[in-house]
Structure formats: structure tokens, C-alpha cells
């Protein structure tokens, strides 16, 4: 889609979404309510995320975290997702992001509260849910994209830290995000917005427009937010713009990427590839002692840090009075068009030469194919909601329908399996294990060719094998909701307040890929489908849930308030076996004094299968131990050593939905989260929190292991042979042999006389334990001064106590557990004298597991086993020239600071930070100059 284009769909969907707020749209009450504080002797009300009870206190029972879009703005944050990535609670693994361009979602951007996974969050718009990202995260689940929800459309957003299932249902597990869209805008805003990287020409632009009314029986908000962002590589950074920038030199010698090589399989060395790198633009260079030489290149400067995108926003909400009704809605619109940069593509098999066979590797670079090789992503979202409220003598009730709707056209440049056959491979000689060997003597053969220089004589030839892999996919949440609440009864202490609510949800998903990725590969010499070597994903399906819910707080003195709810929810019978979750919650507030507060409660939660591991299928390639054909071949004695006699074999696995293979259908995930805290106003302008919280989640849903399960294969087929380091990951002594068999496929091989592995395949089982104890912390300190302006001091900190799966201590584990920090700062220092304001926040990741625990430095002990804390300064300057006219100067990272130093991190894994921690890092400092006219 063009600009000129974009423009105009905007100017059109603006006045779409004007008529509409005209007549009836705003916030909904199950969202909070209002954006300031309510003073409490005022008698003012105000609801937040965790309870759908209005109340006169900002604190309550649950801890909340809010984010306004002031604080967006004072911290430097110039996306959601910034603002959310840098909240104290986000302390887990998020593998997506420009620098990771090769997995299946590189585009989203999500959030991982406490590491318990992307997927057990909640996420909701002023109150109600809405569609995930319609691709699956990491080809295994579901997932929301805050990169689709526009900064400008924000009035704040609360975040609840725990199980929230009693009030809101499935998948309110590790915590609750709800985005409050902005509402009662009397005027028009005007925001222009331009940045760019200090060493970088990425630039970075926006234009956000609001405007709207309000009148004696009604309101209207109107806004518009159009973003585009340039394209950011490594080579526009010193320190990334060439493979000899390796920072570790002095423990590895830099090392070129990889274009073609030649690995002789039974010598397991590197063919010298002499002169010939040079004849189509590579390198000869020394990979290691042992293994030889191979062709390479120096390119790591065309690494994307920063993808290009534009993106369009309409937002709209008010509301309008019809006698004592008011009719309400909103509507959020976002598209955006993105692209990953990849500059080549390679391809990869065994070749027999008549004597011997190799492992070959060729890369063609689009200079070589004339053809651009990127990735491109169009996705459009919106969400829309109509409904009216009013009273029922003294009791507040609210009906409403929502829609929200994800789709996503991506675009990938792939071999064909078939026509890599004809053009590269050639004919079929054998299959050694799972692996087949080919010939090499294709039209543009890869033995006798491999070094040939792709020129107008062979161009069109190699591009013959080249196609475009397409996804049109599109994921869907349609529902309807009723609450009613008010007053029960009156205690001695006070009233009894309550809210019940009823809703009906469906959801809907459909992963539709093209017809190559549902096909199967040209059997028998190649897995995945008919693209060479890929799977992809697939599925189509639906869910409904009915649910009822019900919350009272009960004041049982002055000082002490017991709040209780419950909710059920129903599913239907085909997505799940559910059948009915109902979750309470028990939690109490106890306030000796007007300014302590102490707080605490139980809360149960569910999450229910993910869609995406019910309905959709993958697969992946994989070196395993086959216990049973080593056995076989070892003579079957009564016991073996897995790991001295058995070699590895790859395979080729399927992931299939549980009912494909005769498994059992998946339960819901169920947990509970226990916390206690307290909040102290130390003076008025001194307060301070803390909060001790435990989460688990049973039963929780992981693919079955490919070792576990070839070891409790083995079992199957040998119950009484000793087996030596087998070491399976998981325990599935519940699975049965029959559902073994229906999972493994044999078949004889008559040269070894042993059965061999012809199909395998796996499935999501309730299986996992999981749990994460953790404290969270803040400080808020507020001043005046007589000369020097008003200052003020917020600080947010979480500690990762314990983090257990299946048992197993995770947090220190550098193997298992990853790369969570124990604990995460988020602080912000504000100053404000008259017109002129600043602040300086600053976000500290606390130290983690190394990179690479693998490294013979690390096992010896000559490296530490810890990267040291990540800092991240942000510096906003802000001047209101005039009640009308307002100016900021945002400098994100303000010194400049790139990743910590990681010695572990080897020459081949760019851009020699770890990525999925450190996120952006390469960009360095920016700066952001914001302008606001309001009329």
C-alpha cells in the first residue's frame, strides 16, 4: 500500500469513525474509569484492572502498575511496546525482534511477565479482549502484539502482576495488561514527532491528530496516528560494520559468515576450496585447525537492527444520552506494512561423488540473483464495541458487544523442494539414518557447480527454484458481555458492594498457508512439504465459552474489607476437555491507620488450550538418539551406555493437534497465585510498597520431548533393558505404549537389519509444572522547593526469587533456565520549574546466565558464570512555550550503552549480544524532537 494511498484510507476511516463516535461511542465501564485520581474525602469512585468494583481508594487489594500517557512520554518510550518491555515485572525470554529475522513471527512484539511465557498474560482494551497476532509465536502458540496498538490512541495503561482468572477467565495466569484508549477530548491536538540513531540514518517519523467535543448529552474522541520508520543495518554502526568488529578476539579469531563450503562426511573435514572462493566474490578463510577452510564473506553489516514500517492508527469513543441510557463504543483501527531485510539465501544437502559423500553449502546473495530476497508483512487489526448503560433503581448496569479481528498477508522468498531437485540435487542414491543423499548432478549441479558464478548464462536457472512462500492468515474474537452492580445490604461497617457479570465469547482462527506448505514433499528424499526443507504451520478452528461471575467486598469493620469472587466459565466440547473451570478468589485489605495498608489473597487461574496448539500443525528437523535401533544394532544386550554407544540421528518431526494421532484431548492449565504486601504513606509525600507473590500453573501444556519419548518408546519395546545415561527430559510414564506406536513409525532397513525411524511424530500434552516466587518493590517520593521547581521520585523493582519447572530450580541454571535476570529497576527522576520540565529514567536488567554455557572457558572456570547488569538511561527536556504550543527533546539511552560484555558469545553468533535480552541494543543513543499544537 502507497502513502498516498494510506493517507487517503486514513481521511476515509477518520470519518468513518467520526460518524460513528457521534452517535455512540466511549470506554466501557468494566475498564477503569478515569485517569486522574480521585481524591478520596471527595467521595469519588474510580475503577481499576483485578476488580470490576468501583472504590475510593487508588490502592487496592491487588497490586497495580499504571503506566499514563504522560509517563510514556517523560520516560522517553515512543511505542507501547517500549513502555511495557521496560516495566520491572517483564523479566522473561521474548525470541522475536529485527535482530532474530528467522523464526516464524520476527514482527511481533510481545511481553513476558515474570518468564512464565508470552502466552500467559491477558491482554485487554478498555476491558475486553481482543484477537492475538494471527501467526503462531515460534510456530507453538498464541500471542498479542502491542506493536499494533498505537502509542497516541493511549490515556494510560494498568497492568495487574498475577492470576486474575476470578474476574476475567483463561489465560489471566502470570497477569492482566488493560489498555485504556483516551476519551472526553475537547479540543484538537496536533503532535509531530521525528527521531533518529546518533550514528544511523533510520529515520523516524509521526504525525498524531486528535480532536473532539463534549456536549450537554454526550461526547465524542476522534484521533488519527500515522508512523514511518526507516530501515536501520549494522553497517551503519563502527562497531558492527564488519566481521573483524568481533569484541572477543583475544578468546576467538573473528570469523567470516559462512557462503559455501565442502565437509567430507567420513573425515568429517573441510574440502580446501583453494582459489576458487575468489571467482564469485568470497573469501578462503580458516575456519578451524581441525576442520580446514571454507568460502566466506564479511556481511555482517546487512544485518536488519531495526526493521523498516509504516503504520496507520484510527482511534475513536463517546458516548451520547438517550434519556437515562447512555449508548457508548469505540473503535481502534491499526494496519501496517513491514519488511526484513535478508540479503541471502542458501541451500544445503549430502552428496555422493561416486566414492564418497559430502555435506555442501551454497549461498546466492541478491546482487548474484538480481532479485530481492526480503521478507514482507502486511497485517491490519481493529476492534469495535457498541453498548448502553444505565440504572435499575440504584443498581448500574452495562450491555455491550464487541468484535475484534487480526489479519496478516506475509511474504517469504524460499526454495521449491521439487525444483531444488531438478536444478541442484539431482538424483536420489541413498538415505544414510533419516538423512537422504543425492547425486549432485542437477541442471545446476551443487558438487560440480558449487563454485560457479551466477551470471546472466545461469541466472534465470537458480532462480527457477526460488518462489515466494505466502501466509493469509486472520484470527478473530467476537462477544457480548452484561454486568450489573451496586449495593446488597448494609453491615455495621458499611455497604456491601458487588458486581456480576455474564459473557459469551467465540473465537476464531485460521492459519491458511500456500498450496506448496500443505503439500507432501517429494517422498522419499526430502521432509517438510513442498517447500525444501520447511513446514510452516496450518490450521483452522473455533472456540466458544459462556461464562458468569460474581464479586463482593464485604467491609467487615472499618479497617478491614474481605473481597470474594468467583467465576465459571463453559467451553465446548470439540476445542477442549474442559467442559466447566470455575475460579475463586479470596483477597482482604486491612487499614489500622489512613495511611498503612496491608493486603493480600489467594487467587485460582486457567489457562485453556491455545488454539494454536489445538488446531494448528509444524514440524521441525532434529538430532536425537535412537535408543531402539542402537539396541538393535549393538546386538540387544541386556544393557547399553546411551551416550558412548549410540551416535546421534536427525530426524524430521511433526507437531499435530492431540486428536490427530488418537492422544487424549488437552485439559486447561490450572494454577493459583498467593500474595501478601503492604502499602505505607510514609508522609504526603512519601510512600512506599511491597509485595511478596507466588504463581504456579499445573498441568501446562509443552510438546512432548522427541528424547523423552524415543526413551519411553524404548521402554515399550524393551522393558527390562538397562539403559545408561538416557536422561529424558520429561516423565511419560503415563503415556501409553499404544500411543507410542500411533506417535513413532518403523520400518526395516534390510542392509543393517534394524528398524529405522520412518515416521515421528509429536503432540501438546499436559505435562509441565511451573512456578515463580517473586518480590516487587516501589517508592514514589514527591518535593517542593521555594526556587527550584517540584521534583519527584518514582522507583520500581522486582526480584525473581525462584523460578521452578518440573521441579528443577531454573533461576541460576545457565542451561536450563536461560537468560532471566533476578531482578529488574525501573526509576524516574522528574523536575519541573514553570515552563520547563525534565526527567531521567533509568532501566537496569539485573544480571544473567552467560549466553553460551557450552564454552570450554566457562566449563573450566576461566570465565564467570554471569553477565553483569544491563543500565539504559532515557533524558526527556520539555518547554510549553504557551498554554497552545509545547516542545520535548527525548534522548533514549542517553550514554550511549550497548549489552553487557558476554565472553561466551562466539564470532558466528551477530551481533555478539544476546538478543532476545538485550533487544535493540546496537541502536545506541537517539534523539526525538516532539512538537504539540493545540488549537
Known amino acids: 500500500m502507497t502513502t498516498r494511498s494510506k493517507i487517503n484510507k486514513a481521511v476515509r476511516l477518520g470519518l468513518l469513525a467520526s460518524v460513528a463516535a457521534s452517535v455512540a461511542l466511549s470506554n466501557p465501564l468494566i475498564a477503569a474509569e478515569d485517569s486522574d485520581e480521585k481524591d478520596e474525602d471527595a467521595g469519588e469512585v474510580i475503577t481499576v484492572v483485578g476488580s470490576r468494583l468501583k472504590r475510593n481508594h487508588v490502592e487496592g487489594a491487588s497490586a497495580v502498575q499504571i503506566i499514563t500517557a504522560e509517563d510514556m512520554k517523560e520516560q522517553g518510550h515512543t511505542t507501547v511496546y517500549d513502555a511495557l518491555n521496560s516495566l520491572s515485572i517483564n523479566n522473561g525470554v521474548q525470541i522475536e525482534g529485527p535482530e532474530f529475522s528467522g523464526g516464524f513471527t520476527p514482527d511481533i512484539r510481545t511481553l513476558n511477565i515474570r518468564g512464565f511465557g508470552v502466552g500467559n498474560s491477558l491482554t485487554l482494551i478498555n476491558g475486553r479482549r481482543i484477537a492475538n497476532y494471527p501467526a503462531a509465536y515460534q510456530g507453538q502458540s498464541s500471542a498479542v502484539n502491542f506493536g499494533a496498538i498505537p502509542q497516541a490512541a493511549i490515556e494510560r495503561i494498568e497492568v495487574l502482576s498475577g492470576g486474575g482468572s476470578s474476574i476475567y477467565g483463561s489465560d489471566a495466569v502470570a497477569g492482566v495488561v488493560n489498555i485504556v484508549l483516551k476519551k472526553d477530548v475537547d479540543e484538537t491536538t496536533l503532535s509531530l514527532i521525528y527521531g533518529r540513531p546518533e550514528e544511523a540514518s533510520g529515520n523516524d517519523y509521526r504525525v498524531d491528530i486528535t480532536t473532539g467535543k463534549v456536549f450537554e448529552n454526550g461526547n465524542f474522541t476522534v484521533g488519527l496516528s500515522y508512523r514511518k520508520t526507516d530501515p536501520i543495518s549494522a553497517g551503519d554502526y563502527d562497531n558492527y560494520d564488519s566481521n573483524f568488529d568481533y569484541p572477543y578476539s583475544d578468546i576467538n579469531d573473528p570469523s567470516l559468515n559462512f557462503d559455501t563450503y565442502v565437509l567430507d562426511r567420513f573425515a568429517f573435514e573441510l574440502v580446501d576450496p583453494g582459489s576458487q572462493c575468489e571467482s564469485f566474490g568470497s573469501t578462503r578463510f580458516l575456519f578451524s585447525e581441525s576442520l580446514g577452510y571454507l568460502c566466506g564473506r564479511d556481511n555482517v553489516a546487512l544485518t536488519n537492527f531495526r526493521n523498516e514500517r509504516e503504520q496507520l492508527s484510527v482511534f475513536a469513543n463517546g458516548s451520547y444520552n438517550v434519556g437515562d441510557v447512555e449508548l457508548f463504543g469505540e473503535f481502534l483501527y491499526n494496519s501496517s506494512e513491514s519488511s526484513v531485510d535478508r540479503y541471502s539465501i542458501f541451500i544445503q544437502e549430502r552428496i555422493y561423488n561416486g566414492a564418497e559423500y559430502y555435506t555442501v553449502l551454497r549461498s546466492f546473495y541478491e546482487s548474484d540473483l538480481q532479485r530481492s530476497l526480503d521478507s514482507h508483512f502486511e497485517d491490519e487489526s481493529f476492534n469495535v464495541s457498541f453498548g448502553a448503560r444505565g440504572y435499575l433503581g440504584e443498581h448500574e448496569w452495562e450491555a455491550s458487544l464487541y468484535h475484534s479481528q487480526y489479519e496478516l498477508e506475509s511474504k517469504r522468498v524460499r526454495f521449491k523442494a521439487q525444483e531444488s531437485i531438478d536444478v541442484f540435487f539431482g538424483d536420489f542414491f541413498t538415505f544414510v539414518g533419516a538423512t537422504p543423499v543425492f547425486f549432485g548432478n542437477g541442471s545446476f549441479g551443487l558438487f560440480d557447480n558449487l563454485f560457479a558464478q551466477v551470471d546472466d548464462s545461469n541466472r534465470d536457472l537458480v532462480n527457477s527454484a526460488l518462489g515466494t512462500q505466502t501466509y493469509g492468515n486472520k484470527t478473530s474474537s467476537s462477544g457480548a458481555q452484561f454486568m450489573l452492580r451496586g449495593e446488597l445490604f448494609e453491615m455495621p461497617a458499611g455497604a456491601v458492594s458487588y458486581a456480576a457479570i455474564a459473557e459469551f465469547e467465540k473465537q476464531e482462527l485460521e492459519f491458511i498457508p500456500d498450496e506448496l506448505i500443505t503439500q507432501l514433499p517429494p517422498f522419499p528424499y526430502t521432509a517438510g512439504s513442498g517447500w525444501l526443507g520447511l513446514t510452516g504451520y496450518d490450521g483452522i478452528g473455533d472456540r466458544e465459552r459462556s461464562a458468569v461471575g460474581f464479586e463482593a467486598n464485604f467491609p467487615v469493620t472499618e479497617t478491614l474489607d474481605i473481597n470474594l469472587a468467583a467465576r465459571a466459565d463453559n467451553y465446548d466440547s470439540q476445542s477442549s476437555s474442559i467442559g466447566t473451570r470455575v475460579t475463586p478468589s479470596a483477597k482482604f485489605e486491612w487499614r489500622p491507620t489512613d495511611n498503612f495498608l496491608l493486603r493480600g489473597g ?179 517520593y514527591g518535593w517542593q522547593t521555594a526556587g527550584f521547581g517540584d521534583f519527584a521520585l518514582r522507583i520500581d523493582y522486582s526480584h525473581l526469587l525462584s523460578h521452578k519447572f518440573d521441579g528443577v530450580e531454573l533461576r541460576d541454571d545457565p542451561i536450563l533456565g536461560g537468560w532471566e535476570p533476578r531482578s529488574n529497576i525501573n526509576a524516574t527522576l522528574a523536575w519541573k520549574y514553570d515552563d520547563l520540565s525534565m526527567a531521567l529514567s533509568m532501566l537496569r536488567r539485573g544480571s544473567t546466565t552467560v549466553y553460551d554455557p557450552g564454552d570450554p572457558l566457562y566449563l573450566d572456570g576461566t570465565l564467570g558464570k554471569r553477565v553483569p547488569p544491563y543500565f539504559l538511561y532515557n533524558l526527556t527536556v520539555g518547554y510549553d512555550w504557551s498554554e497552545n504550543l509545547q516542545t520535548r527533546l527525548t534522548i533514549r539511552n542517553l550514554f550511549d550503552q550497548g549489552a553487557p560484555r558476554d565472553r561466551t558469545i562466539g564470532p558466528n553468533s551477530f551481533p555478539w549480544y544476546n538478543n532476545f535480552v538485550y533487544g535493540g541494543a546496537g541502536i545506541g543513543r537517539e534523539f526525538y524532537i516532539n512538537v504539540n499544537y493545540t488549537l
Open 602 to 780: 489467594y487467587s485460582e487461574s486457567f489457562r485453556a488450550p491455545d488454539l494454536v496448539s489445538v488446531y494448528s500443525r509444524t514440524g521441525f528437523y532434529t538430532t536425537v538418539t535412537d535408543y531402539y535401533s542402537c539396541w538393535q544394532a549393538l546386538g540387544m544386550p541386556d544393557s547399553f551406555d546411551a551416550a558412548e554407544d549410540c551416535a546421534g540421528t536427525q530426524i524430521f518431526a511433526r507437531r499435530l493437534g492431540p486428536g490427530e494421532v488418537g492422544n487424549e484431548p488437552l485439559k486447561d492449565e490450572t494454577g493459583d497465585t498467593k500474595w501478601v504486601g503492604f502499602v505505607y504513606d510514609i508522609t504526603d509525600d512519601l510512600s512506599v510498597q511491597i509485595d511478596w507473590q507466588e504463581v504456579t500453573l499445573e498441568d501446562k501444556v509443552a510438546s512432548l520431548s522427541t528424547s523423552s519419548l524415543l526413551y519411553r518408546e524404548f521402554q515399550c519395546r524393551a522393558p527390562n533393558v538397562d539403559v545408561a545415561n538416557a536422561r529424558p527430559s520429561q516423565d511419560l510414564s503415563a503415556l501409553s505404549c499404544d500411543q507410542v506406536s500411533n506417535l513413532i513409525g518403523r520400518t526395516l532397513d534390510p542392509d543393517t537389519n534394524t528398524d529405522e525411524i520412518s515416521s515421528f511424530n509429536v503432540t501438546p500434552r499436559n505435562i509441565s509444572e511451573e512456578s515463580v516466587e517473586s518480590i516487587d518493590a516501589r517508592l514514589n
